[in-house]
């Protein structure tokens, strides 16, 4: 009996590595750096394993898409141009930005055209990353490959004696996993969970390291999974940081959860490793018990997966030779966080996990499903503000906020553990607890344009696991109803450059939308700086409309021109 269990699982052995291949080297994202950004979001097909290729959605890639390297102080001008048959959003996951600019829901990219956002970046060094937003397609959009890592760099940690040089001692991970179809097509609905490990869109995936102190910048870039990540000697590595930045000092830790939407930078010391050996970063992802996302121990169905409640490898490392410049030794402290506390708080809110609507989406926040038109919280300008998240439900979660980074206080399970530390913007919440952070909500107000909140869960976010608020600066006075102001642009026709003259001083642009002929959206820009005009250079020669909304009262006026 044991004999014959066996010889199956050795024939299971040997087809599965006869079918996908022992391992396939990491794919590093390509990097873009400066000010200025150009991310085409393209529908495509990639060889993701044998077999028929999968359609996938990349960004300059045929999946996922360039590391964005900011600098804080400087800002940054994104020049998205989609060539997707569907409309999307793109967001900046952890970036301090108008919320206009922030390509949550609201921030429709429709096929076809061209979106500007930029912003000053203002968020610590750490890792980020961009993803699709649109309500009810996030899943799918995601699934298919739409996303990229954003690493941001500041003078305290470029100061530290850290691993940075990207790809060889400073890697990124985004950790995923997708289910197939039997003609390899991604599975991107009635499905929570994957059943192949893909580490930065590779499956099995392997690198060579130094045999140094090497740097792991690790996304969890799941629909649902959380990773119980560790090495497979059970070495102690340590975190350096969390979502928004540098924690105080390394934390040794064995193991580490990594919900959905968080990142976590390590340090992984490969010294005293013999250059020829290999090791496993795994997720020790068995024994859960029901409520940690990917526990769930069917191996398929909806909530099943192969890889659910399981160990399984997410990278392979063979360590080789030491690079010239290695980093040999990790800095004792990184940096000093200034929180603020429960007694900082002025405002102190809860929000409940709860369960959906009896036959649509299981989850929703609070008893109300996510409305684009409903505003759910309205917070004021410079409030520093406590927030109780709370699951008396069936499962775990990942709590994400836009706009800020905020500090966990409390938990009622675990403390506040290791990874908990520093400056977050998700966190995972574990069925039966609640946990409660405090956040400051600085810089943007605007009355019209939400953040979000939400379950960063792509099955529970698409159904309406999320809700949104507002930021509002009461100081400023309500504006007494006005006419909107004239405007004039030249030259027209007009070739690279569109000028706009304005009647009239203190005119600030809130938005301009360009429209084609027939009355298509072509270019959204928020908040446009047309003080030296508009770049038109990009448009198919023709008649337009622009319309541009005015900062204070919000009217919108119309003109026409022709680009030659
Ligand atoms: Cu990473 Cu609202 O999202
Ligand atoms: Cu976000
Ligand atoms: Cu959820």
Redesign the pocket.
């Given at each position: 009996m044991n004999v014959i269990k066996s010889f199956c699982l050795m024939i299971m052995t040997i087809a599965m590595n006869q079918v996908y291949g022992q391992y396939n080297d990491l794919w590093i994202p390509d990097t873009l750096s400066g000010t200025q950004f150009n991310l085409n979001l393209v529908d495509t097909f990639a060889q993701m394993r044998p077999g028929n290729q999968t359609i996938t959605e990349g960004v300059n890639n045929k999946f996922w898409g360039p590391t964005l390297f900011f600098n804080q102080g400087d800002t940054v001008h994104m020049n998205i141009q989609s060539f997707l048959n569907d409309s999307t959003t793109i967001?900046w996951?952890?970036m301090h930005l108008p919320a206009v600019m922030d390509g949550?829901p609201h921030q429709v990219i429709p096929p076809g055209t061209i979106w500007q956002p930029y912003w000053k970046v203002t968020n610590n060094a750490a890792t980020y990353?961009y993803?699709p937003?649109l309500h009810m397609m996030t899943q799918e959009q995601m699934t298919k490959g739409l996303g990229g890592f954003i690493i941001v760099r500041d003078p305290i940690e470029a100061a530290l004696a850290l691993p940075r040089t990207y790809g060889v001692d400073d890697i990124p991970l985004a950790l995923t996993s997708r289910r197939f179809d039997a003609s390899n097509a991604f599975v991107t609905t009635n499905t929570s969970y994957g059943d192949y490990m893909l580490t930065n869109g590779t499956l099995n995936a392997q690198v060579s390291l130094p045999k140094q102190m090497v740097r792991l910048r690790i996304l969890n870039a799941e629909m649902e999974r959380a990773y119980n990540l560790g090495f497979s000697d059970n070495r102690t590595f340590y975190i350096i940081a969390t979502d928004g930045g540098l924690v105080d000092a390394p934390t040794p830790v064995t193991r580490v959860i990594v919900g959905v939407?968080e990142r976590i930078e390590i340090l992984v010391d490969l010294q005293n490793d013999v250059v020829g050996s290999t090791l496993d970063l795994k997720a020790y992802n068995g024994g859960f018990s029901l409520g940690f996302p990917g526990g769930e121990p069917n191996p398929n169905g909806q909530f099943g997966s192969l890889l659910n409640n399981t160990t399984f490898t997410v990278l392979h490392i063979n360590v080789s030779n030491p690079t010239s410049n290695p980093i040999t030794s990790m800095p004792a402290t990184l940096v000093n966080n200034t929180y603020w506390t429960a007694a900082d708080a002025t405002v102190n809110r809860t929000i409940n996990v709860t369960n959906g609507n009896p036959g649509g989406q299981p989850f929703d926040l609070d008893n109300t499903p996510f409305a684009l038109n409903t505003i759910n919280k309205t917070i004021n300008l410079n409030t520093i503000e406590k927030w109780t998240i709370t699951n008396n439900n069936v499962f775990g979660h990942s709590f994400?906020i836009?706009d800020v980074e905020f500090k966990i206080i409390s938990r009622t399970v675990n403390n506040v553990g290791t990874f908990d530390e520093g400056w977050k913007d998700?966190l995972y919440l574990p069925v039966n607890s609640s946990a409660t952070f405090v956040a400051r909500f600085d810089d943007y107000a605007d009355p019209e344009h939400p953040f979000?909140y939400?379950c960063?869960f792509a099955p529970h976010?698409d159904g309406g696991m999320?809700g949104q608020f507002v930021v509002v600066d009461n100081s400023t006075n309500i504006q007494e109803q006005q006419e909107a102001k004239e405007f004039s642009l030249f030259p027209n026709p007009s070739k690279d450059k569109l000028h706009i003259a304005f009647q009239g001083e203190n005119f600030e642009v809130y938005y301009i939308k360009i429209m084609d002929a027939v009355g298509r959206t072509v270019y959204m820009l928020p908040r446009p700086q047309v003080q030296n005009g508009i770049d038109i250079s990009q448009l198919t020669p023709g008649h337009y409309f622009l319309q541009l909304t005015e900062e204070k009262t919000k009217l919108t006026t119309t003109q026409q021109f022709i680009k030659e």
């Open positions: 967001h996951h952890g949550g990353w993803h937003h939407g994400h836009h998700v979000m939400h960063h976010e999320m």
